[in-house]
Structure formats: C-alpha cells, structure tokens
C-alpha cells in the first residue's frame, strides 16, 4: 500500500525526511528569534566524535542515502550561518573519514555548540530532528556514512567547479 494511502487509513504519518527537518522553517526562524535559544559548547571526543560535513546539505543527502531514519533520534546538529552538519558518530571514528573532501572530525580538543535540550535552538545551532535520549545518545554508524560521502563527495566537488 502506498504511504500516502497508508497514512489516510491508518493515521500515521510517514516519517519526515533529513531535508524537511533540517529545513529553517516560519517556525523555526520565529523559535530562534523569540523562543528559548540556550545553546552550550560540549567537549568531543569523550563519548562521541563529530563529523563536520560542508556543505549541508552533502551531510543530509548522505544520511538520505543510507537509509537513516529521522525518528531514530541520531544527534545531528546544523549549523545554518555557516551551513555545516555535524553528525555525532562513536569515538575513534577519525579514519573511516580521511580525504574525504568537505569532511573532518571534531575529537578530543574540539568542543561543538548544541543546543541545551532537544526544545531549544538557534540559527547556529539546530537539532536536526529530536534526539530521543540526550546521556544515551544514538549515533550514527561511522563506515556507513563515511561510505555514503565518499560516493556523494564527488559530485559536489565537481558541481562547485562547473
């Protein structure tokens, strides 16, 4: 049954895709400049790593492309000034992403704005859909998003140049 149908006969709704939540919305363009904003720098390294991803949106077609579901809760963090993706993967990742243009990992010695909790936000600080457990994070898994930029990176080195 196709998901719209789905959706009208059961009452669930397919889930969003990276695109839509990453997406500086009305809402969220109105959150960040009268909502709460309280964002902090956290320490990488210790409990996980971030793979920082220029441009955005190579970061979000990657999740895209394997397959990550945006209801897993996986700690993404976008950063829309500057258009980076952080994606939040385990310790001792740093190799799976070597040359990889676009790409490098925030370790111990980095540290990365997020947002307090999964209510708050600003322009530079966005969670990319809601973590569901900020002390047991999911995270995504390194060699499968490694792969996936891999893949993808090329093609936006070469839509930068034309």
Request: hydrophobic letters at 45%; a negative charge.
């Amino acid at each position: 049954m196709p998901s719209a149908n789905r959706a009208a006969t059961t009452g669930v709704q397919p889930a969003p895709t990276w695109d839509e939540l990453a997406a500086p919305s009305d809402n969220k363009r109105a959150h960040w400049a009268w909502g709460r904003n309280r964002t902090e720098f956290v320490a990488c390294g210790e409990d996980w790593q971030a793979v920082s991803v220029k441009p955005l949106q190579l970061g979000l077609d990657a999740l895209a492309a394997m397959d990550a579901g945006t209801r897993r809760g996986y700690l993404v963090v976008a950063d829309h000034l500057r258009r980076v993706l952080y994606v939040l993967v385990p310790t001792g990742s740093s190799e799976a992403f070597a040359g990889i243009p676009g790409v490098r990992v925030l370790g111990r010695g980095h540290q990365l704005l997020m947002p307090c909790s999964p209510r708050d936000s600003s322009a530079v600080a966005d969670w990319v859909g809601t973590p569901s457990d900020l002390d047991h994070p999911a995270l995504v898994d390194p060699g499968r998003l490694a792969a996936r930029l891999q893949e993808l990176a090329g093609a936006y080195e070469e839509a930068v140049a034309s």
